[in-house]
Nanobody, 121 residues
Framework: QVQLVESGGGLVQPGGSLRLSCAAS????????IGWFRQAPGKEREGILC???????YYTDSVKGRFTISRDNTKNTVYLQMNSLKPEDTAVYYC???????????????WGQGTQVTVSS
């Protein structure tokens, strides 16, 4: 069965760091573009960035220089390294996979269940 499972969320102080993981099963991530999305309370789901054969694509400028996406194909896992976290980054974070090109909020083939990130002092 095809699954994406996010992990690594939690409570962190402003300026801190977290690394989120997106582990795939039932398919090989190497053949898919993987995007990270987030949804803050009362807001629509927002695309953050995507990893594809062409490199990294940013959906929002607000995370440039702070968030980095990477892959470990031996573990069939994609990571989101988040540094210099701000309270505005508080949201449920999701990963999504698309076979051809970066996924969008309405065009992903598979979604994970989400992991909560809370940035607060």
């Amino acid at each position: 069965q095809v699954q994406l499972v996010e992990s690594g969320g939690g409570l962190v102080q402003p300026g801190g760091s977290l690394r989120l993981s997106c582990a795939a099963s039932g398919f090989t991530l190497d053949y898919y573009a993987i995007g990270w999305f987030r949804q803050a309370p009362g807001k629509e789901r927002e695309g953050i960035l995507c990893s594809s054969r062409g490199g990294t694509t940013y959906y929002t400028d607000s995370v440039k220089g702070r968030f980095t996406i990477s892959r470990d194909n031996t573990k069939n896992t994609v990571y989101l390294q988040m540094n210099s976290l701000k309270p505005e980054d508080t949201a449920v974070y999701y990963c999504a996979a698309a076979r051809y090109g970066c996924p969008g909020t309405k065009s992903a083939d598979y979604w994970g269940q989400g992991t909560q990130v809370t940035v607060s002092s």
